[in-house]
């Protein structure tokens, strides 16, 4: 076992292929035209996604060659480290080896440029001028701005309007990379206009943002629309992750019993375990674990069928484990997990026991991020403390076992533009919401009818 | 020529020793005490600073070991990355090659860490409990507690109130760290309460905020002061950089012909540039370039005379480029630059020849910080933004000339603390304040009658 504390890849070891999942497991069911119940082909996609990321979404081949050009904007910050968590061991005195994979070394702070550059390329290999895309708490909105910044795409922010007007760090940080942040919702769309005439205070939420987004996008032909989780190709772009760990973890002269990450819509999570999960399906002994807000617990609570990917039923149906397109989670500072349904292939793998999931309160990861913070120094994303709050509690199972397992987990991002939510746990006006049984019953009731 | 974009050392390439540059260009000249006008020794210092930190103040050695936990620290992030701003220098059409020496990598997002573990260190090693300072920005106050919490040490941070107002997440990143972070002028201090007594609505200063900590410090057995720039200690633990950055150019088989560094009271530029001086010294052709703001032109426009630390006239006398301690620079978004004096190495290096010295507007700066931004993807803090100013102008020079020079610089912090800074610029809120010489006379007037 090395004696390390972080195991560094030079760029010449950058992963030359993305790993698809789907090749090892199964294709993913198709989406669904909810007009038409009919399954939806590639020529359905293209109107608002780019020729090459819609192949990527169909594709069953194993690997994917990363063009030339996604490579050489990788290089700015990738490979990323892989750190062994010394001193957190040492503060829960465990025999467990406990490893990070670290995405907060990205420009924009997390993982999201993962699929963000490689959008941003497969768009200008088409012609497109344009990106329009819709941003919660502002990690993707971000990530896309650098993006279309380097592909010479002009990119267009529907970013939710309680968001833009509490979080005016990440639009400014939009605008650094030259992108354009809206408030949605606005009156450059229909479906804007039409929320603000009913309710000119409205505050918005991802669901308008992402109607805004989709309109613009389909009625303009040098516009397209880009995406940063739930599809399979954002999925896919992001394993570059777990590619670049597996060598990482053989540096250490280790090899992880647990994969963790937290999830939302879950590509950080794909991104460290699909590699993995690949091992698991030739026998390999690993245990995947994904973890969410017990706010918004959309694989240990959800049903597996096929939903809208918005809240306002505009987007193809996707099979996939969901809470309802209408169900509204409570506010929590991880914007990133507040999302009701899950990438059809995490949902796949889920399906096919592959890997587990369990929730926790806000409160108590925010308790595991503090004291990882003052171990490792990093202070973590609210979405990452999730990841580490499990990884604490597994690592006190292994003291009360006497095992010395090996974890590994994704911290997906930094928490240096959220450090009101730290503000708020200090001062003590974080809460934990008691989760709503009977919402999640009324909202599952509504699913649109299609056999899944 | 390598073809890479980043050049990471592992762990074990991590220097074993600090460079003195005392050693090879002259003793600095001692401070001396206001009241007596004798210069001071090891012992009058020793009441304010650990033994070990007062021992490398008055050092001649070349060398000076890196303590063993202080490099287990070092491994969370150290190495620092060095990296070739390649898409810029496409972006400027230079034949100039630029790398840079990427400090925002540290867990507080600049390098004040590097010198605040070595401090807590010592100050452990002497048994101190706790350790006061002071911090405008919050850079240095949230790389102490930082360091602090892993040297068990209670940190006390006295904040200037209007920044601890409006910068509350520096505040917040200092309490996830676990240090106490408290609004200058406070009731907990005889000098806050002479202030607040006069003016309770004070917004506090730098000076009132160090009056503070050193009047703690000095009352309590058990508490020392730390300092995070300008002593000889600071600027030889921050050679840490400039260590690396060597070896990490020979990788990349290329040597600067410039180094350059902001400059506010002269650590991130010292360490650095230190190393590089040795070798001109040994007959090296280097320009070695401080870069600093129009609105506090220390080095290009300052006085070299002995002079107090502190706007309040409690410190030590030092030799040093100062505006007068009574200098009070218009407020900009760079307040790690706004500080009236300079290191004393620092200073020595410029009288001897071995450095130059040049000043921008913020304006410029962020212009430039934007311009970089958009081709390399990081977002520099406004500190650093001025040394990519006078990197962009340098390698515009190269073209101008048809040379290949090859230039070094410190980023010595990124900017995801310092949006507001950006939004401004955005928002056409910043402006440049004309220089005031009139004000500088003054203020050069009343400087202490020490011989130089």
Known sequence: MSESTKYLLDEEHLPKAWYNLAADLEAPAPPVNPGTGQPMGPDDLT??????????????????????PVREVYRLWRPSPLIRARRLEKALDTPARIFFKYEGVSPAGSHKPN???????YNQQDGVKRLVTETGAGQWGSSLAF?????????????????????????????????????????????????????????????????????????????????GSVMNHVCLHQTIIGE??????????????????????????????????????KGKAVRCIGVEPTSCPTLTKGAVAYDFGDTGK?????????????????GTHAGGLRYHGMAPMVSLAMEKGLMEARSYQQTE?????????????????????????????????????GKAD???FNLSGHGHFDMQAYTDYFGGKMTDTPFDQAALDASLATLPKVAV
């Open 47 to 68: 109107r608002l996604f780019a020729t090459g990321v819609v192949e990527q979404e169909m594709s069953t081949e194993r690997w994917i060659d990363i063009p030339q």
């Open 115 to 121: 699929s963000a550059i490689a959008q941003a390329f």
């Open 147 to 227: 993006a279309g910044d380097l592909f010479d795409l002009d990119v267009r922010v529907y970013m939710v309007k309680i968001s833009f007007n509490q979080k005016p760090y990440r639009r400014a940080l939009m605008e650094t990379y030259g992108a354009t942040c809206i408030a949605s919702p606005s009156s450059e769309t229909a479906a804007g206009r039409a929320i603000l005439e009913a309710n000119p205070d409205s505050n918005g939420s991802l669901g308008i943002a992402i109607s805004e987004a989709v309109e613009i996008a389909a009625s303009r032909d040098d516009t397209k629309y880009a995406l």
């Open 244 to 281: 670049e760990a597996m060598m990482q973890m053989e540096m250490a002269d280790a090899d992880p019993d647990i994969v963790i990450g937290c999830v939302g819509g879950g590509s950080n999570f794909a991104g460290l375990a699909f590699p993995y999960m690949r091992e698991k399906l």
């Open 314 to 330: 505009l987007t193809p149906l996707v099979r996939m484990h969901t809470l309802g397109s209408g169900f509204m989670p409570p």
């Open 365 to 401: 990861c925010f308790a595991a991020a503090v004291t990882f913070a003052r171990n490792e120094g990093i202070v973590p994303a609210p979405e990452s403390s999730h990841a580490i709050k499990a990884v604490m509690d597994e690592a006190l199972r292994c003291k009360a076992e």
């Open 406 to 408: 090996t974890i590994l």
